[in-house]
């Protein structure tokens, strides 16, 4: 094959995310550390899946290569999750601002869209780290000139071959890969990606999605005591005419919240929150035919469900701060609402939610400010991504890596101060808090000189893991060595839903004969993964 032209290229990409699938168990597994929070494979699916989504709604008439590629973009960066999904998203977006309007691609053509993909991915990131996906992209974006041909199928192979080179090269890079034994997991299933665009290009072109039979992770929902509006309504509308957007916009957000439009080639797409699904549809057929439609009661189906403050309905003018949390568990869900949240979304370690859906929760907040609590590095970037999509409010990212620094940065904020202020009031708790993680390992392993057997209990130090024993006890109480709890003020201990009240209790009352000078309490987090999680400030 000599050109990928645009149904090329939608095989290709579909191909890929099929392979991808295939080896999504695989990668969640590829963990740095033998924690039971791997995701990776979970949220490139999620991006890739959505992505296949935007293009099975592509008319067939509107198969040109631009329109394949802008669907591919819009949908990756929708259902992007966590740190890989993002990344992935910003390859996409590079590559297809980088075949400049072209039509179809040569091996030339595709080699400056690859160089464009490495320049717009690193951009994205602002410390990035090699060993990675971005070093696929980076080496490859370099080498291919050496792989230089007049047959596609031939380029796309060795593309492909040198990928896994660089993918089994990645412990060279970090030494975190090195001691746990693993290559890294984004950059093998980049190159999952690329072994399905291979496989298309020599011949192997029937897709097998089997979108229903893969798991990508637990649904991220957004909880709420009560609901203002009860229907999720999604409705995709082949047009015949033109679509007036600002009018649509304005329509449905007289009637609902939650509002996600999207006008592409023909199609025009809708998802609202609203109590008349009806009207919804009936306005969306002014401008052409059905092509699907969804309606979920949120209250009984567990979908996407708004946890706001007790006074559900939004304030008649904006009010100067809203915030938005990212936690796991329900006891961390209750401690965030008393402490005056506006949307929790339940998602942290294996369970990250997407950019639309923290979109979604920036849109459901009449506010002029918001704030994000990522709590999870994983969850950061996917976090900033939504500032471009703010409507107009000015979105705040608090790199809170834990939800221990999510609650101590919450309680440093101040809402008589302005943004600026209150950033650097966050900055300066955050330097005060050690974080303690104390769960089971999923594997043997060696990780920062620590022998690792499975089912083992280990602790962590912010994000290092110090202990490794059959005890529990042991590994919290030398975690809290390593932490110099001894100097604490304040130690904050918060069970997971593994651990019965009992069991607690007994850690409780031995924290306070050990360290009679700290401040010592005792919360149920609830959190998945994790037996305890501890703040030492």
């Known amino acids: 094959m000599k050109i990928i032209d645009g149904k090329t290229m939608m095989t290709c990409f579909k191909k890929g995310t099929e392979v991808l699938l295939m080896h999504v168990d695989e990668l969640n597994a590829l963990n740095v550390f033998p924690v039971p929070d791997g995701d990776t494979g979970s949220n490139m699916a999620s991006a890739m899946l959505e992505a296949c989504r935007n293009l099975d709604a592509l008319e067939k008439s509107k198969h040109d290569l631009q329109s394949v ?3 591919i973009e819009s949908g990756t960066l929708l259902g992007a999750r966590g740190n890989s999904g993002v990344i992935l998203s910003q390859i996409f977006r590079g590559f297809r601002q980088g075949t400049k309007n072209k039509k179809t691609l040569k091996v030339e053509d595709f080699i400056l869209a690859l160089k464009n993909a490495r320049e717009t991915a690193y951009n994205a990131v602002m410390k990035p780290v090699e060993g990675t996906m971005l070093t696929v992209v980076r080496i490859l974006a370099t080498d291919a000139d050496k792989y230089v041909t007049d047959d596609m199928t031939e380029f796309m192979q060795k593309i492909w071959q040198r990928s896994i080179q660089v993918v089994n090269n990645t412990p060279k890079y970090l030494q975190k890969l090195r001691e746990a034994g693993v290559v890294d997991s984004g950059a093998k299933g980049f190159s999952y990606i690329l072994e399905g665009f291979y496989r298309v290009l020599n011949g192997e072109t029937e897709i097998n999605l089997n979108v229903e039979n893969v798991t990508t992770g637990e649904i991220v929902k957004i909880a709420q005591e009560d609901l203002k509006y009860l229907y999720c309504t999604e409705v995709m509308v082949k047009t015949n005419k033109d679509v007036d957007i600002d009018e649509l916009r304005n329509f449905y957000g007289s009637i609902g919240d939650s509002l996600i439009l999207v006008n592409s080639s023909g199609l025009l797409k809708l998802h609202v929150h609203t109590n008349t699904p009806g009207i919804v549809i009936d306005k969306a057929l002014e401008y052409g035919e059905l092509y699907k439609s969804k309606i979920d009661n949120m209250k009984t189906q567990h979908h996407q469900i708004i946890n706001a403050s007790e006074d559900v309905n939004l304030p008649k003018e904006n009010k100067n701060y809203g915030i938005i949390v990212i936690a796991d568990g329900s006891g961390f869900e209750s401690i965030f609402k008393s402490l005056g949240v506006d949307v929790v979304l339940n998602g942290g370690q294996s369970s990250n939610p997407s950019t639309a859906q923290i979109k979604e929760a920036v ?9 994000i609590f990522p709590n999870n590095s994983n969850i950061i970037m996917a976090a900033n991504s939504v500032k471009d999509m703010a409507n107009g409010k000015k979105v705040l990212v ?21 943004l600026l202020e209150n950033e650097r009031n966050f900055k300066e708790v955050l330097s005060t808090v050690k974080s303690i993680e104390v769960t089971k390992a999923v594997r043997d392993s060696q990780v920062q000189n620590v022998d690792v057997k499975k089912d083992q209990y280990i602790s962590l130090v912010d994000g290092n893991i110090v202990s490794s024993s059959e005890s529990i006890d042991d590994v919290i109480f030398e975690a809290f060595e390593k932490a110099q709890v001894d100097r604490a003020e304040v130690i904050t201990i918060f069970y997971g839903g ?11 009352k031995e924290c306070q004969i050990r360290y009679p000078s700290a401040d010592i309490e005792l919360y149920y987090g609830g959190q998945s993964y994790y037996h305890y999680l501890i703040s030492v400030e």
């Open 69 to 71: 590629l802008e669907a």
């Open 398 to 418: 608090i790199n809170t890596s834990t939800v221990q620094q999510g609650l101590a940065a919450l309680f440093a904020f101040n809402p008589q101060q302005g």
């Open 363 to 371: 849109e459901s907040i009449n506010a002029k400010n918001v704030l």
């Open 498 to 508: 593994e651990i019965n009240e009992d069991e607690a209790n007994v850690l409780f």
